[in-house]
């Protein structure tokens, strides 16, 4: 069936420097794919996407990379800042219209 | 353009009683998806729904649990005799379209105790 993993559970970095977040997923046909940055007792949050069309695209701070030969995501952050620090996660669109979420990672900035 | 609301914040309910879930999605959004979230996990999808119809219910448990998304009012996620193993946060999301190649905007999420 479907389903979105991330690879490391947590991921600890130092202020300033840049941050990558991985993900895997295993539905091939899927040509949508979003990060969502969720804070301690708040609702996800939406952080840049890409479609299946693209292997990279661009926000502030971050660059989103997606490799489809092995279906891999991956979340760039550049100069990590404290504010940063949240449950980062990876969600694949299905042909159904519902999002699917992989299990998270966790980003701890130390300052 | 007030975002995703979603009341109440937090539900505390006994084992037994019922839990209503309010959603209000955001102005121009006919979509709603709810999703559930236990302590360290990601969202699991439950339901998605536009104005009076469900689309896609494959994430609802069996029974006790129901959704509607009326013509007019907010969209409502029920829960019948909770158990304890109910207890997780619950988000709504809204969407202008289907979410094949759209994101989603979601809530702050209802935090629902079963005691």
């Known amino acids: 069936g479907e389903s979105v993993g991330l690879h490391l559970p947590t991921l600890s970095v130092q202020e300033g420097d840049n941050s990558i977040i991985n993900c895997a997923y295993s539905?091939?046909?899927?040509?949508?794919f979003i990060w969502y940055k969720q804070e301690s007792g708040k609702g996800p949050q939406f952080i840049i996407d890409?479609?299946?069309?693209?292997d990279k695209r661009q926000g502030q701070r971050v660059t989103v990379l997606l490799n489809k030969t092995v279906k891999h995501l991956s979340l760039q952050i550049a100069a990590t800042q404290p504010g940063d620090s949240a449950v980062y996660f990876c969600?694949?669109?299905?042909?159904?219209?519902?999002?699917?979420f992989g299990q998270g990672t966790t980003l701890q900035v130390k300052p | 353009n007030a975002g995703v609301m979603q009341n109440p914040r937090h539900l505390v309910r006994r084992r037994g009683q019922e839990a209503r879930l309010r959603c209000s999605p955001m102005?121009?959004?006919?979509?709603v998806y709810w999703y559930r979230q236990l302590p360290e996990e990601g969202l699991k999808f439950m339901v998605y729904?536009?104005?009076?119809?469900?689309?896609?219910e494959s994430g609802m448990p069996k029974e006790r649990f129901s959704a509607e998304f009326p013509k007019e009012g907010p969209s409502i996620l029920r829960i019948q005799q909770v158990v304890r193993g109910d207890s997780a946060a619950y988000f709504c999301?809204?969407?202008?379209?289907?979410?094949?190649?759209?994101?989603?905007?979601f809530g702050s999420g209802t935090q629902l105790s079963v005691l």
């Open positions: 999301a809204s969407s202008p379209r289907q979410a094949t190649n759209e994101k989603l905007f």
């Open positions: 539905n091939s046909a899927s040509d949508y």
């Open positions: 890409i479609r299946s069309n693209m």
């Open positions: 969600a694949e669109s299905s042909n159904t219209g519902k999002l699917i």
């Open positions: 102005k121009g959004h006919s979509h």
């Open positions: 729904l536009q104005k009076e119809n469900i689309i896609d």
